[in-house]
């Protein structure tokens, strides 16, 4: 799980520093700072649990630090969507940055092929107003995340830390 918080927060700042937006940016760098917090904590944790044992406090604190990471993860990825929406900017020629770019791409595609779909077979009531029952959710990066097998996944293999897994190996 630590690991797997690193491996966000340099999703994250990878985003940040190509977005357009700067309230974006500034947003999503404010979670992967978050996120890099919670997830040294967590390892930290753990850490003392490991030569410590089992506890009932020691458990409900690890419990709780990794309950902390997933929602952190969960705000990165929302930022990371709204980077996206805004805008942008090339990534260099880096592996890392490529490979987060064609993850961005890939879920940018999956909202507007979502979007034009709700816009054909519009499911509106009389004022106009979408109907709730049987709307599909639009596409989240989580989803994206935790619909793709392991072997077709597209994004930032270079963005983890051990280089036995890639990113999209580990569902967050």
């Not at 599909?136 to 793709?148: F, G, H, I, N, R």
Request: hydrophobic share 35%.
């Amino acid at each position: 799980m630590v690991s797997d918080g690193q491996v966000v927060v340099k999703f994250g700042n990878i985003l940040a520093k190509h977005c357009l937006d700067q309230r974006c940016s500034m947003e999503l760098l404010h979670a992967t700072e978050h996120t890099q917090s919670i997830s040294s904590q967590l390892g930290i944790v753990a850490r003392v649990k490991e030569v410590t044992g089992e506890s009932k406090a020691s458990s409900e604190l690890l419990l709780s630090n990794v309950q902390n990471l997933i929602q952190t993860v969960q705000h990165v990825l929302r930022a990371a969507e709204a980077a996206c929406v805004k805008g942008l900017g090339q990534p260099s020629a880096d592996p890392e940055e490529e490979e987060v770019a064609a993850f961005c791409q890939q879920w940018r595609k999956n909202l507007t092929q979502h979007r034009a779909k709700e816009a054909l077979y519009s499911d509106r009531d009389e004022l106009g107003l979408r109907k709730t029952r049987g709307a599909k959710a639009e596409p989240t990066m989580m989803s994206l995340v935790q619909e793709q097998p392991p072997q077709s996944r597209n994004i930032p293999k270079h963005l983890s830390p051990r280089k036995e897994h890639t990113f999209m190996d580990r569902h967050l």
